[in-house]
């Protein structure tokens, strides 16, 4: 939409750079070997010495890996990456590296349920304090910070609710305050959201979903300046050592020629799906930022040039109605994450409000499958449930 060269992304992602080393080879060959040997004395003690520019042992820098982090740095805008064995890893080396004992974290309360945990009941234990806001309030941000507030947690847009928050103010903020920013920007993912290019310090991403892009592997990157990752590899990286195998980076490898590709495919069919859904009576919202009638569409424009298929409704049925509706799709599958090629649906347990409301929240992640067959999936569980569809 605003200021991204889109095709700049494909040429990143399908041109790979190769030396004489492959032989010419078009694929980055799989390095699978735990360390690596040296001539001499004087050159195996310069390169241990300067540990994180040379290759001495894979946990800490291995070819494949490499390759992928740099083709994952370029895409998203910053200098540096680094891949560990999943989002989690990732993302609480690129937590713990901006925060010590006694230090203040604000965190969008929507934010995935495992960061929250992390921050909420295993950091609290070392002395590290969050509080968790409302993402859509500059108010409710600023109302949160005290003077030992050293890092600003987002994750835009959040996980079940989908809801923005300004990154430039965000960033603005924490610049005034003298603290960091860190954002998990896996539903946007590099293709479409740019977090580093407006200011943000570090930005996370869990490699399982679309980067990955064919539920195959688990995996996590970190990505920002030369100096912050400097800092993240002789720390967290090192001393937690959650690296990520040189399998699993080939597999991304593969993902990544095509992550352009897909996204703009996936994009098209979850709007679509999402726009059939939103024609639904029976449906009270639908939570995509990609819809006009979402409350922060216009936001959205101005710091993502797109987005993902993963969206979420709620529905004004009784939730065993809603159950029955789940159960009988046949191209949604029940099933955790997403990003892959296949449709999948959570629709679980209600909160207190959805009880008082009389919804239910459902998840959905619209998938590969041609579209027109997947609403059609829908239309004929709906009737099997007793719930009748307009076009
Ligand atoms: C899945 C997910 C994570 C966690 O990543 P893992 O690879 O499962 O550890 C973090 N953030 C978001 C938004 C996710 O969807």
Same mark, same amino acid.
């Given at each position: 939409?605003?200021?991204?060269?889109?095709?700049?992304?494909?040429?990143?992602?399908?041109?790979?750079?190769?030396?004489?080393?492959?032989?010419?080879?078009?694929?980055?060959?799989?390095?699978?070997?735990?360390?690596?040997?040296?001539?001499?004395?004087?050159?195996?003690?310069?390169?241990?010495?300067?540990?994180?520019?040379?290759?001495?042992?894979?946990?800490?820098?291995?070819?494949?890996?490499?390759?992928?982090?740099?083709?994952?740095?370029?895409?998203?805008?910053?200098?540096?990456?680094?891949?560990?064995?999943?989002?989690?890893?990732?993302?609480?080396?690129?937590?713990?590296?901006?925060?010590?004992?006694?230090?203040?974290?604000?965190?969008?309360?929507?934010?995935?349920?495992?960061?929250?945990?992390?921050?909420?009941?295993?950091?609290?234990?070392?002395?590290?304090?969050?509080?968790?806001?409302?993402?859509?309030?500059?108010?409710?941000?600023?109302?949160?910070?005290?003077?030992?507030?050293?890092?600003?947690?987002?994750?835009?847009?959040?996980?079940?609710?989908?809801?923005?928050?300004?990154?430039?103010?965000?960033?603005?903020?924490?610049?005034?305050?003298?603290?960091?920013?860190?954002?998990?920007?896996?539903?946007?993912?590099?293709?479409?959201?740019?977090?580093?290019?407006?200011?943000?310090?570090?930005?996370?991403?869990?490699?399982?979903?679309?980067?990955?892009?064919?539920?195959?592997?688990?995996?996590?990157?970190?990505?920002?300046?030369?100096?912050?990752?400097?800092?993240?590899?002789?720390?967290?990286?090192?001393?937690?050592?959650?690296?990520?195998?040189?399998?699993?980076? =080939?597999?991304?490898?593969?993902?990544?020629? +095509?992550?352009?590709? $897909? #996204?703009?495919?996936?994009? /098209?069919?979850?709007? @679509?799906?999402?726009?059939?859904?939103?024609?639904?009576?029976?449906?009270?919202?639908?939570?995509?930022?990609?819809?006009?009638?979402?409350?922060?569409?216009?936001?959205?424009?101005?710091?993502?040039?797109?987005?993902?298929?993963?969206?979420?409704?709620?529905?004004?049925?009784?939730?065993?109605?809603?159950?029955?509706?789940?159960?009988?799709?046949?191209?949604?599958?029940?099933?955790?994450?997403?990003?892959?090629?296949?449709?999948?649906?959570?629709?679980?347990?209600? =909160?207190?409000?959805?009880?008082?409301?009389? +919804?239910?929240?459902? $998840? #959905?992640?619209?998938?590969? /499958?041609?579209?027109? @067959?997947?609403?059609?999936?829908?239309?004929?569980?709906?009737?099997?449930?007793?719930?009748?569809?307009?076009?």
């Amino acid at each position: 939409m605003s200021h991204q060269n889109k095709k700049h992304d494909w040429t990143l992602v399908a041109h790979d750079g190769h030396d004489e080393r492959h032989y010419g080879a078009v694929t980055m060959p799989i390095y699978q070997n735990s360390l690596f040997t040296f001539p001499s004395h004087d050159a195996f003690e310069a390169a241990t010495d300067r540990f994180f520019d040379h290759y001495v042992y894979t946990r800490g820098n291995n070819p494949t890996v490499r390759h992928l982090e740099e083709r994952l740095a370029a895409l998203e805008g910053g200098e540096a990456a680094r891949c560990f064995g999943s989002g989690m890893a990732a993302i609480t080396a690129a937590i713990m590296s901006a925060v010590k004992s006694g230090d203040h974290v604000v965190c969008v309360d929507q934010v995935y349920g495992v960061t929250k945990r992390f921050l909420e009941q295993y950091l609290s234990g070392f002395g590290v304090e969050s509080t968790f806001v409302d993402g859509t309030s500059l108010a409710a941000l600023e109302e949160a910070i005290r003077p030992n507030t050293k890092l600003l947690y987002m994750e835009s847009p959040t996980s079940m609710r989908f809801e923005l928050q300004d990154l430039r103010e965000w960033v603005a903020i924490a610049k005034r305050i003298g603290a960091k920013t860190i954002i998990d920007n896996t539903w946007a993912t590099p293709c479409y959201q740019k977090p580093l290019l407006l200011g943000v310090d570090l930005s996370v991403h869990s490699i399982s979903k679309y980067i990955g892009g064919h539920s195959d592997i688990v995996g996590g990157v970190v990505i920002g300046s030369k100096n912050e990752l400097k800092a993240i590899n002789g720390n967290e990286f090192t001393l937690f050592g959650g690296i990520m195998s040189p399998q699993n980076a =080939s597999l991304v490898l593969r993902g990544l020629r +095509t992550l352009p590709l $897909r #996204m703009q495919q996936l994009q /098209e069919h979850g709007l @679509e799906v999402a726009r059939f859904l939103q024609r639904q009576t029976f449906v009270a919202a639908v939570h995509h930022p990609g819809l006009d009638a979402h409350p922060q569409h216009e936001l959205g424009k101005t710091q993502m040039s797109g987005g993902g298929s993963l969206f979420s409704i709620e529905l004004k049925l009784p939730v065993e109605q809603v159950r029955v509706w789940a159960d009988k799709l046949d191209y949604f599958r029940i099933g955790v994450s997403w990003g892959g090629y296949e449709s999948l649906i959570i629709a679980t347990r209600q =909160s207190d409000e959805q009880k008082r409301n009389g +919804t239910v929240l459902v $998840r #959905m992640y619209v998938g590969l /499958e041609d579209p027109v @067959e997947l609403i059609g999936d829908m239309r004929r569980s709906f009737a099997a449930a007793g719930v009748e569809t307009m076009v």
